[in-house]
T-cell receptor
C-alpha cells in the first residue's frame, strides 16, 4: 500500500523566516496531494493542494511543489507569522473502487513560529 | 452552511460501555470517512462509505462498527469500549466521484475510556 513519509516532525522558525516541510510517497498511482493545517484542538483544514499534472502551485504566502519522478512534494511558507504555528499534514490520494478516495496521511509536522 | 457536524464533542466512558458517534454533512457528498487521531500517528482510517448503502473497513477497524444511515449521516459505534480506543475521532466527507478533491473534516469527538 501507499506510504507517506513527512519531515521534519517539528520545526521552529523565527517570525519572518521561511518554513519548508517535505513529504515522499511510494505509490505512483497517487494523483492528488493536499496539505492540511490543524491548530490545537481544531479540525484539519485544507490550505493548499496540488494535482499530479501540475508542478507548482502558489497561494499568497504558501506554495506547494510536486516532483512526480522523485515522488516527493513540499510545502513552502514564506514570511512566517505567529498564527502559522500549527501542525501541518500532507496526504497522498488515489482513486479506490466505487468513488472511494484511498488517502494516506503523513504523521504531521509541528511548526512553531517564534515572535 | 455547517459542512461536517459531529456529536458529541467530548465523551468519557467506562471500559465495556457502548457508544455511537454521530456525523452529518450538508454538502451533498457521496463519500464519508471515520478517522482516529493519536499522538505521533497522524490520521488513521477506521471505516469509510464510498456511497450511500456501502461501507468498508479501513486501516484500523477492529472494535468498531459503522452505519451509513442515509446520504447525509454516517455513524461510528463502539460496542464495548476499551482504553486503547481513547482518541480523537474525526469524520470527513468528499464528493466521492473522483479522487482529486479534498476531504472536509468535522470538529472531532474527544473520547476517553477509563
Amino acid at each position: 500500500g501507499e506510504n507517506v513519509e513527512q519531515h521534519p516532525s517539528t520545526l521552529s522558525v523565527q517570525e519572518g523566516d521561511s518554513a519548508v516541510i517535505k513529504c515522499t510517497y511510494s505509490d505512483s498511482a497517487s494523483n492528488y496531494f493536499p496539505w492540511y493545517k490543524q491548530e490545537l484542538g481544531k479540525r484539519p483544514q485544507l490550505i493548499i493542494d496540488i494535482r499530479s499534472n501540475v508542478g507548482e502551485k502558489k497561494d499568497q504566502r504558501i506554495a506547494v511543489t510536486l516532483n512526480k519522478t522523485a515522488k516527493h512534494f513540499s510545502l513552502h511558507i514564506t514570511e512566517t507569522q505567529p498564527e502559522d504555528s500549527a501542525v501541518y499534514f500532507c496526504a497522498a490520494l488515489k482513486a479506490g473502487s466505487g468513488g472511494y478516495q484511498k488517502v494516506t496521511f503523513g504523521i504531521g509536522t509541528k511548526l512553531q513560529v517564534i515572535p | 452552511n455547517a459542512g461536517v457536524t459531529q456529536t458529541p464533542k467530548f465523551q468519557v466512558l467506562k471500559t465495556g460501555q457502548s457508544m455511537t458517534l454521530q456525523c452529518a454533512q450538508d454538502m451533498n457528498h457521496n463519500s464519508m470517512y471515520w478517522y482516529r487521531q493519536d499522538p505521533g500517528m497522524g490520521l488513521r482510517l477506521i471505516y469509510y462509505s464510498a456511497s450511500e448503502g456501502t461501507t468498508d473497513k479501513g486501516e484500523v477497524p477492529n472494535g468498531y462498527n459503522v452505519s451509513r444511515l442515509n446520504k447525509r449521516e454516517f455513524s461510528l459505534r463502539l460496542e464495548s469500549a476499551a482504553p486503547s480506543q481513547t482518541s480523537v475521532y474525526f469524520c470527513a466527507s468528499s464528493p466521492g466521484t473522483v479522487s482529486n478533491q479534498p476531504q472536509h473534516f468535522g470538529d472531532g469527538t474527544r473520547l476517553s475510556i477509563l
